[in-house]
């Protein structure tokens, strides 16, 4: 089974302090994905990243960086918190090839507060 | 016009009740569709998957596809309280892009 891990399942933060989201994956995949929820907005995605040290913004990417230096691991990073960033962070990763294409697994999500 | 369109309402159904949810979209491109169970304060998950057009059937749910109305569905039959959960529907074009498009998501309450 495909297991997608986060770090965090919840976290307190307080406005203007360096946010770190950690996101890991057991299945080789290519692909990396960071969304964020909120109750009325669905699903937006912030950064994707295909491969090892690239990057793609999504939608709503302002206020956001990642990091992907290996392969398993695809960091968010909130540079200096602010309290609408409160939010549910899910992370999620696919595979290009074999299997179901463009089916995405997620983790458990990360709850985020800042205050 | 968004890409993919989801009644977010919530829905409240009695135990055994058929549900039927909708998406529609607008991009002709999409050719993989999934519908995503998420329960509270959990992940989303794989819930049934389909490739171009027609009906796919797993134990009690089917999910159809009709891509000349640009519009899908999902059914679940006798419904159970365990059913009680968001579902997302979610589409892609392919074709290396890897992206999926969703839908905002439907709040579904099975009451016993």
């Known amino acids: 089974d495909v297991k997608v891990t986060q770090s965090s399942r919840y976290l307190v933060k307080r406005t203007g302090e360096k946010v770190f989201l950690e996101c890991v994956q057991d299945?080789?995949?290519?692909?990396m994905f960071w969304y964020r929820q909120d109750p009325g907005l669905g699903l937006r995605l912030i950064y994707f990243?295909?491969?090892?040290?690239?990057?793609e913004k999504g939608d709503i990417p302002e206020g956001y960086s990642v990091s992907r230096e290996k392969k398993e691991r695809f960091s968010l990073i909130l540079e200096s918190a602010s309290t609408n960033q409160t939010s549910m962070y899910l992370c999620?990763?696919?595979?290009?090839?074999?299997?179901?294409?463009?089916?995405?697994?997620f983790g458990p999500g990360t709850r985020l507060t800042v205050t | 016009q968004k890409e993919v369109e989801q009644d977010p309402g919530p829905l409240s159904v009695p135990e055994g009740a058929i549900v039927s949810l909708n998406c529609t979209y607008s991009?002709?491109?999409?050719?993989?569709f999934m519908w995503y169970r998420q329960y509270s304060r959990k992940g989303p998950e794989l819930l049934m998957y389909?490739?171009?057009?027609g009906n796919k059937e797993d134990g009690r749910f089917t999910a159809q596809v009709d891509k000349s109305s640009k519009y899908i569905s999902l059914f679940i039959r006798d419904s159970q309280p365990s059913d009680s959960a968001t579902y997302l529907c979610?589409?892609?074009?392919?074709?290396?892009?890897?992206?999926?498009?969703f839908g905002k998501g439907n709040q579904v309450v099975v009451i016993p």
């Open positions: 999620a990763s696919s595979s290009s090839g074999a299997g179901r294409p463009y089916e995405q697994y």
């Open positions: 299945m080789d995949h290519e692909n």
């Open positions: 990243s295909y491969d090892v040290k690239m990057k």
């Open positions: 991009n002709s491109a999409f050719q993989y």
């Open positions: 389909t490739y171009s057009s």
């Open positions: 979610a589409m892609s074009a392919g074709q290396g892009n890897n992206r999926l498009a």
